[in-house]
């Protein structure tokens, strides 16, 4: 599932939902470059090309994403081979069990490209 929210210079937010929805949002942001925030919960393939293809982060932010094991982290990135420096953030979200442990899933990557 892929969830993007997005806000331009003195506008107001907006959020979208699903891949048509989300693409046209990216598409948009390419011309408008408003701050976003998505949401990538159990991605498609679909789903990361989608985002990378747009918003092309460094091979090793999708990398530590991606990965289930991965840690939670927050990460401020200029890449040279990325768009634009960018915050990329990965969250796990609790397991309902009430476990010390998190799901494998990605939850969260933030993008404020400029």
Same mark, same amino acid.
Request: charged content about 25%.
């Given at each position: 599932?892929?969830?993007?929210?997005?806000?331009?210079?003195?506008?107001?937010?907006?959020?979208?939902?699903?891949?048509?929805?989300?693409?046209?949002?990216?598409?948009?942001?390419?011309?408008?470059?408003?701050?976003?925030?998505?949401?990538?919960?159990?991605?498609? $393939?679909?789903?990361?090309?989608? *985002?990378? @293809?747009?918003?092309?982060? =460094?091979?090793?932010?999708? !990398?530590?994403?991606?990965? #289930?094991?991965?840690?939670?982290?927050?990460?401020?990135?200029?890449?040279?081979?990325? $768009?634009?420096?960018?915050?990329? *953030?990965? @969250?796990?979200?609790?397991? =309902?069990?009430?476990?010390? !442990?998190?799901?494998?899933? #990605?939850?969260?990557?933030?993008?404020?490209?400029?």
């Amino acid at each position: 599932m892929i969830r993007i929210l997005s806000k331009a210079e003195g506008g107001a937010l907006h959020l979208v939902e699903g891949s048509l929805a989300a693409r046209l949002a990216l598409e948009a942001h390419v011309e408008e470059r408003p701050r976003l925030w998505f949401d990538l919960t159990a991605p498609t $393939r679909e789903e990361v090309d989608l *985002v990378q @293809s747009h918003l092309r982060f =460094a091979e090793y932010s999708w !990398e530590d994403a991606l990965r #289930p094991g991965h840690p939670p982290k927050v990460e401020e990135v200029t890449d040279e081979a990325a $768009r634009s420096s960018y915050l990329f *953030v990965v @969250s796990r979200a609790p397991e =309902a069990s009430g476990a010390t !442990e998190s799901e494998g899933s #990605p939850s969260s990557c933030a993008a404020d490209c400029w």
